[in-house]
């Protein structure tokens, strides 16, 4: 018997996003399969944060579709009852890690990773401290768990936010910029991170970045947003081989180049 074939985790088909006149994404089209680790590369103000938002339907694409798991999210609109049971269930299946960590500052680290087990679960109170106790050591901080969030560096807050992103087993993780206001050894340390919770899990992550290193050590895939184009995006070793100008320009750091600085 013939499998019946998995939709992949993304689809994005021509998606075009304006606020006014200003173009940010520009038909951006490109598949990410289940299980992979997406790095989504892209000068700052590019639309990368924009284009996430796409991806949970916070925000509706002017054009295209959004397909995720094989559900257009673009022709969802919350305001219809059915839908919005639709996006919900969508929304319920990704994990997110903010650009700023966002946690809860009045809220234990417990609290913080419990909370959308309570929101979006019927786990009971047992069920829900083995699970906070197995993310937090995961993640390498399951000594915190009574500390609030002002108590911790900034690394730690990362980690913890890890595990709340984490915390409901989502099927996709997404990471807007998780190394930005790291130093560099840190975010070597939430690389190798991203990689064995990768190993161990299987979830697939879409990760937001400007940080060429990062790509380096944990992308499958690579995309390149430049000017409101996905420039290029491929298996990782296929885009380093191919060195678009703009890649180039990225991993070089330089100041001329297709990348126009605003
Ligand atoms: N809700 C919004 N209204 C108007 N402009 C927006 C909105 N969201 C983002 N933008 C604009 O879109 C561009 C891309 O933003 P963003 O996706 O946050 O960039 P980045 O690639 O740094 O994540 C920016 O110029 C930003 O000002
Ligand atoms: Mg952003």
Redesign the pocket.
């Known amino acids: 018997m013939a499998k019946r074939e998995q939709p992949p985790a993304v689809v994005l088909e021509d998606v075009s996003k304006s ?1 006014g006149s ?1 173009t ?1 994404l520009d038909g951006v089209s490109l598949t990410i399969p289940r299980g992979s680790i997406c790095v989504m590369l ?1 000068p ?8 996430l938002r796409c991806l949970v339907g916070l925000l509706k694409p002017d054009r295209g579709r959004v397909l995720v798991f094989g559900e257009d999210v673009a022709a969802l609109d919350e305001r219809r009852a059915k839908d919005r049971a639709k996006l919900f269930a969508i929304r319920r299946r990704f994990g997110m890690l903010f650009q700023d960590g966002a946690l809860f500052d009045d809220m234990s680290v417990f609290d913080n990773i419990a909370f959308p087990m309570r929101l979006h679960t019927t786990m009971s109170e047992a069920q829900i401290r083995d699970k906070v106790r197995d993310r937090l050591a995961r993640v390498g901080v399951g000594h915190a768990e009574h500390k609030f969030p002002s108590e911790l560096s900034g690394g730690m807050r990362k980690r913890v936010a890890f595990a709340r992103a984490i915390a409901i087993d989502p099927d996709i993780v997404l990471c807007d910029e998780p190394s930005s206001g790291l130093d560099p050894v840190m975010s070597a340390t939430l690389d190798e991170l991203i990689l064995e919770l990768h190993r161990s899990l299987g979830m697939t992550f879409i990760i ?1 970045s400007h940080d060429t290193a990062e790509a380096r050590m944990v992308a499958e895939h690579i995309g390149m947003l430049a000017n409101g184009k996905l420039v290029t995006f491929g298996r990782a070793e296929q885009v380093f081989a191919e060195n678009h100008p703009a890649l180039e320009q990225f991993f070089t750091r330089a100041t001329q180049g297709p990348i126009k600085v605003v």
Do not use: A, D, M, Q
């Open positions: 606020f200003h940010v892209g700052s103000g590019t639309g990368k944060s924009v284009l937001i």
